[in-house]
C-alpha cells in the first residue's frame, strides 16, 4: 500500500552540483507531477506528465528537467543546483486531470549551500 | 489566469471549537475547487471537493465547504476541531480537463487544549 514514494526524503548540495528526485506510484495512473512548496508560496507545479510519454512546463520550470520512465516513474532533475532551489519537493499522482484527486508522496527536502 | 487567497496564515482555535478557514478565488470560468490537508512532514491529503451542484460539500474528517459564487468564495468549515485537526490547509483551484492546479499559500491551525 505504498501509493506514491519519493527518494532522497533529505540532500544537501553545494552551488552547482546536479541530482535527480526519484518518484514511483503503484495505483497505475496516467498523470504525474513536480511540485515545490516554499513557505508563504504554497505549492507551485514545476513540471507535469499527462500521460506516459508526455511531459509539460508548469508555473516554474526553470532550472529542472524531467523524465517519465514509465507510467510509474517520474523523476525530476536539477542540473546545476542554486540556493533559489532550496525547497521541499512533492511529487503526486493522479488518474487523469485535476478533476480527480491528487496524491501526493511525504516530500523531499534540499537544501542547496 | 487563476489564483487562489487564503487571507489567514495562521489560526488558533480551542478543541471542540469551530474553525473556518477563508479561501477567495480569481477565475473567469467554472472554477474547480478543493481543500487540501498537510499534517506535519506529511504530503498533502485531499479533504473535499467542488466542481458543480450543491453549493455545500462534504468531506472527509467532518469538514464541510460552501461554494459562493458571488463572493468568489469556497470557505471550510469543522463544527468542533480535534487536536489532530492541527495542520497547514491549502485552498487550490482548477478548470475541468486541466492538469494544473493553483494552490494558496496556505493557512496552519494550531489547536489548544
Known amino acids: 500500500n505504498a501509493g506514491v514514494t519519493q527518494t532522497p526524503k533529505f540532500q544537501v548540495l553545494k552551488t552547482g552540483q546536479s541530482m535527480t528526485l526519484q518518484c514511483a506510484q503503484d495505483?497505475?495512473?496516467?498523470?504525474m507531477y513536480w511540485y515545490r512548496q516554499d513557505p508563504g508560496m504554497g505549492l507551485r507545479l514545476i513540471y507535469y506528465?499527462?500521460?506516459?510519454?508526455?511531459?509539460d512546463k508548469g508555473e516554474v520550470p526553470n532550472g529542472y528537467n524531467v523524465s517519465r520512465l514509465n507510467k510509474r516513474e517520474f523523476s525530476l532533475r536539477l542540473e546545476s543546483a542554486a540556493p533559489s532551489q532550496t525547497s521541499v519537493y512533492f511529487c503526486?499522482?493522479?488518474?487523469?486531470?485535476?478533476?480527480?484527486?491528487?496524491?501526493f508522496g511525504e516530500g523531499s527536502r534540499l537544501t542547496v549551500l | 489566469a487563476q489564483s487562489v487567497t487564503q487571507p489567514d496564515i495562521h489560526i488558533t482555535v480551542s478543541e471542540g471549537a469551530s474553525l473556518e478557514l477563508r479561501c477567495n478565488y480569481s477565475?473567469?470560468?467554472?472554477?474547480?475547487l478543493f481543500w487540501y490537508v498537510q499534517s506535519p512532514g506529511q504530503g498533502l491529503q485531499l479533504l473535499l471537493k467542488?466542481?458543480?451542484?450543491?453549493?455545500l460539500v462534504q468531506g472527509i474528517k467532518g469538514f464541510e465547504a460552501e461554494f459562493k459564487r458571488s463572493q468568489s468564495s469556497f470557505n471550510l468549515r469543522k463544527p468542533s476541531v480535534h487536536w489532530s485537526d492541527a495542520a497547514e490547509y491549502f485552498c487550490?483551484?482548477?478548470?475541468?480537463?486541466?492538469?494544473?492546479?493553483?494552490f494558496g499559500a496556505g493557512t496552519t491551525v494550531t489547536v489548544r487544549a
Open positions: 506528465s499527462a500521460s506516459e510519454g508526455t511531459t
Open positions: 495505483m497505475n495512473h496516467n498523470s
Open positions: 467542488y466542481f458543480s451542484g450543491d453549493t
Open positions: 487550490a483551484v482548477g478548470r475541468s480537463n486541466d492538469y494544473k492546479l493553483s
Open positions: 503526486a499522482s493522479s488518474v487523469g486531470a485535476i478533476t480527480g484527486e491528487l496524491f
Open positions: 477565475y473567469g470560468a467554472t472554477p474547480y
